[in-house]
């Protein structure tokens, strides 16, 4: 242990949307899986360039253009030193983790996958990581095999095992899902792949924010993430691949910075990362991801971990403490994410309840329709905690799940 | 908390916990799937309909109280109606619903429609109120089951 003092006071404070009434309620944000609320470094950093220095990147000759390319280029490093890559090339700017897997199953699936090969996905896949595999399979004729998850939300370990073969040719999985709040056995997934040379893909949209994410030393071949779930801007995502992967696929869209040269006979493409970076990109979504990045950092991502764990800890314990609710998703490594179903109350009547009490949650099926068949629920109510969450905020949460079920009885 | 007493009125509770006319119809010869694949609620309408008349309506299916309530009032109300006059009860209900909160309706024209005027506060929930509605005009266009079963 470190002795690092959590000052949950001094990060509140630096969340201005925190300190906003909603229904004349103090905001209670359980919101976070699906997108954090931005502290006032990142609201800064953004402001700052479109004051100061927006311009576009790559291609000025004027000051401005310079600085924007800097501010750019150094988001770009920041992201590398944050996944510990071996180098720049290695990070490509998207739209966000949906970008980024559809941009690999494209790309890699174009060049690498073919008629009868299969591709291995989870049964807690979020839709991004199950569409953009499907289109690929209906276009080369190839199979989507699913690894079963148990009662607890888990990986079937063993099944996997039984699915990996030669006929496999990528491995995409979620590190931790959206809606169980499992975190994934990713190192052995990866291990194990890996001993039939098979490439992974890790969905790391709901853990990067979470604890260290260290891409050389897992050895994934790909990692997508976003910034808007990291306390960055919407619309920015990143895709990590292994640089002499990305060298041998083909590029995902044409346009603009992705070339060295153009004529109409011959197209000269432009080196990493810039090869997967077509048109003018999101510079101020690059810039306000790199301010995010190193906002957490401040605090530390090992300090994170533990204050978040303690607040799952603590909010199991009260949740379970309620008659007739019951948690989805029950595995032995989980991450702050509680989805859970009530017995006579629906999903979306504690949502709309728990909002006029100021408490954000989500409702639904979040993205994971088949998570929600495997459990037989329509919806889960889904809490999630950030780094800015409190005990209080979960007493007030419990109460109000107490009070709506007291109006439905 | 007075936008969440005018949303889940008494009346809406019980027909949440007692739906009205939940099953299948025996008879049966316009019917309709609806579905919100945003939250997964999911109903099935049934009627029969016999010279423009709706004999009999049933549903079945699961959501959230709204949705559920909504539901079990609208057969309530069909039952017996004329196929003109259930589609001049869906657009009064949709307008109702869909309305600016500052603005008046005209609860006398609604009838026991009118318990659902809260939902026009909470705009998420509109689709939850409209789901049987739109679900029962898919089902009185459902000529081709009419024709086969007829």
Redesign the interface.
């Known amino acids: 242990m470190n002795d690092y003092i959590y000052d949950i006071e001094a990060i509140r404070a630096d969340f201005p949307v925190l300190s906003r009434f909603v229904?004349d309620k103090k905001l209670v944000y359980l919101d976070n899986a699906a997108t954090t609320q931005k502290p006032q470094q990142v609201i800064d950093a953004v402001s700052n360039y479109y004051t100061n220095y927006n311009s576009n990147i790559h291609r000025g000759v004027h000051k401005l253009s310079q600085e924007a390319t800097v501010g750019h280029e150094r988001a770009r490093k920041i992201i590398k030193n944050f996944l510990n890559a071996a180098s720049e090339a290695e990070i490509i700017f998207t739209r966000g983790t949906t970008e980024s897997i559809n941009l690999v199953a494209s790309s890699f699936g174009q060049k690498f996958i073919h008629e009868n090969d299969e591709i291995l996905i989870s049964a807690m896949e979020h839709h991004s990581n199950i569409v953009p595999w499907q289109i690929l399979c209906e276009q080369k004729k190839s199979k989507l095999k699913v690894i079963p998850i148990n009662d607890e939300g888990e990986i079937i370990f063993e099944e996997f095992e039984k699915l990996l073969n030669p006929k496999v040719k990528i491995v995409s999985i979620v590190h931790i899902s959206n809606s169980l709040g499992t975190i994934n056995p990713i190192k052995k997934i990866i291990d194990y792949s890996h001993k039939l040379g098979i490439p992974v893909l890790v969905d790391a949209a709901q853990s990067v924010q979470h604890q260290k994410i260290n891409v050389r030393e897992l050895g994934c071949d790909f990692l997508v993430l976003s910034g808007h779930k990291i306390y960055g801007p919407t619309g920015i995502g990143v895709l990590y691949g292994k640089k002499e992967l990305l060298n041998s696929m083909p590029p995902y869209q044409g346009g603009g910075d992705m070339i060295l040269s153009v004529s109409f006979e011959k197209t000269i493409y432009n080196e990493l990362p810039y090869k997967f970076e077509a048109g003018t990109p999101n510079i101020v979504g690059a810039i306000g991801m790199g301010a995010a990045i190193e906002y957490i950092e401040s605090i530390g991502l090992e300090n994170i971990q533990n204050h978040e764990t303690q607040l799952l800890t603590y909010a199991t314990k009260r949740l379970l403490d309620i008659p007739g609710l019951k948690i989805i998703g029950t595995a032995a490594e989980k991450s702050a994410v509680i989805s859970f179903v009530l017995d006579f109350?629906?999903?979306?009547?504690v949502g709309?309840?728990l909002d006029?009490e100021g408490v954000a949650i989500r409702?639904?099926?979040h993205c994971t329709?088949p998570v929600?068949r495997r459990f037989k629920v329509?919806?889960t109510s889904r809490v999630s905690f950030g780094i800015y969450n409190t005990a209080e905020e979960i007493d007030i949460l419990a109460a109000s799940i107490e009070n709506v079920i007291n109006?439905?009885n | 908390m007075n936008a969440l007493k005018e949303l889940y009125q008494q009346t809406i509770l019980d027909h949440n916990k007692n739906p009205r006319n939940f099953g299948e119809l025996e008879v049966c010869n316009h019917c309709a799937e609806g579905h919100n694949p945003l939250c997964g609620d999911h109903i099935d309408v049934f009627m029969n309909i016999e010279n423009d008349i709706i004999v009999d309506v049933k549903f079945k299916g699961a959501g959230c109280a709204i949705s559920k309530a909504s539901a079990s009032i609208m057969t309530t109300i069909l039952k017996g109606k004329r196929i003109e006059e259930a589609r001049r009860l869906f657009e009064s209900f949709h307008d109702a619903v869909t309305s600016d909160p500052n603005s008046t309706i005209d609860e006398m024209n609604l009838g026991k429609l009118a318990v659902f005027c809260g939902v026009r506060e909470f705009p998420a929930r509109v689709k939850c109120a409209s789901l049987a509605w739109h679900t029962m005009i898919n089902a009185l266009a459902n000529e081709e089951l009419l024709m086969v079963k007829a």
């Not at chain 1, 109350?345 to 009547?349: F, L």
């Open positions: 229904h109350v629906h999903p979306h009547d709309t309840f006029l409702t639904g099926h329709e929600m329509p919806a109006l439905f």
